[in-house]
């Protein structure tokens, strides 16, 4: 049997499946392991990234961090006592829908807010139509350095935790996907997708990296390491505001990948694009499943 003969046997014993997992990690690991050699470890990386130009007090993003999450959970709590005598169904529906307005309109603040602090308003904060094409693949290559890796550190969560705690431990569910898994209704299904995909990673970004991020910067510039040590920072709080502990690590690997994304770049419609990615895909495993 020759070597053509024994790779077509292994590739014949390898299902569709487990040939794509192969491919998604060697093509990962290849983009970060490249990424790594050329920037000596990151240590080069962000060397000519930019700062964006603002007049932000070092408080606001602060402020509007607490003064936002603050007022969408009261107007959830508001809407959730006002649908008491209602199916549950459609509390769910009223829910997803108040959440989505009530970001929406924290979108609209936090754009009043550029308008008046960031050299060029919203170009200068980095939402420029014109790189959209552009930030879209840069996403999708970034997406696919990291993935494989969040992917191994969910798997070494998940072995720690059977080993120390149960054998039988499972890592819970997003809220938002165990929300879409238990309705089958399609409008549910579709607020849920359009608050996850579209809604949720344009306020996040421009909350965390547009204005937290820009803000430890700028007030770090005189450090030569202060594009990473703002990316640092605004990760570790980007992970922590999530509900569940057991999603931090992998968050917060996320989180610096989009955070780099934006200072190198210097466009917000990147980490948008690979928030959505990320969400997105969440989304259409929970679906398939």
């Known amino acids: 049997m020759n070597i053509f003969e024994n790779i077509s046997e292994i590739l014949c014993s390898v299902s569709t499946e487990g040939l794509f997992d192969y491919l998604f990690y060697l093509t990962g690991f290849t983009l970060l392991a490249i990424w790594l050699h050329d920037t000596s470890f990151g240590m080069k990386a962000l060397e000519k990234s930019r700062l964006r130009r603002n007049n932000m007090p070092a408080y606001l993003p602060l402020v509007m961090f607490f003064a936002i999450f603050l007022g969408i959970d009261l107007v959830a709590t508001s809407a959730t006592l006002l649908s008491g005598n209602l199916q549950n169904s459609q509390k769910v529906l009223i829910d997803e829908?108040?959440?989505?307005?009530?970001?929406?309109?924290?979108?609209?603040?936090?754009?009043?807010?550029?308008?008046?602090?960031?050299?060029?308003?919203?170009?200068?904060?980095?939402?420029?139509?014109?790189?959209?094409?552009?930030?879209?693949?840069?996403?999708?290559?970034?997406?696919?350095?990291?993935?494989?890796?969040?992917?191994?550190?969910?798997?070494?969560?998940?072995?720690?935790?059977?080993?120390?705690?149960?054998?039988?431990?499972?890592?819970?569910?997003?809220?938002?996907?165990?929300?879409?898994?238990?309705?089958?209704?399609?409008?549910?299904?579709?607020?849920?997708?359009?608050?996850?995909?579209?809604?949720?990673?344009?306020?996040?970004?421009?909350?965390?990296?547009g204005l937290l991020q820009t803000m430890i910067r700028s007030n770090l510039y005189f450090y030569k390491y202060a594009a990473w040590i703002a990316i640092l920072m605004t990760s570790v709080f980007f992970a922590i505001t999530h509900a569940n502990p057991s999603h931090w690590p992998v968050l917060f690997v996320l989180s610096m990948a989009i955070g780099y994304s934006y200072e190198k770049s210097g466009s917000l419609f990147r980490p948008v694009f690979m928030h959505m990615l990320f969400n997105g895909s969440a989304i259409i495993l929970t679906w398939i499943q």
């Open 97 to 209: 829908i108040v959440n989505i307005i009530a970001r929406l309109v924290s979108i609209g603040v936090i754009v009043y807010i550029i308008k008046i602090c960031f050299v060029r308003g919203i170009k200068g904060f980095g939402l420029n139509i014109k790189t959209i094409p552009k930030d879209f693949a840069f996403a999708l290559i970034y997406l696919i350095a990291i993935l494989p890796l969040m992917n191994l550190l969910l798997g070494a969560i998940v072995f720690l935790n059977e080993l120390i705690f149960s054998p039988d431990y499972q890592i819970p569910t997003h809220q938002e996907l165990q929300t879409l898994a238990e309705n089958s209704n399609i409008t549910i299904r579709f607020a849920i997708a359009v608050g996850t995909i579209v809604v949720v990673p344009f306020f996040e970004e421009m909350l965390f990296r």
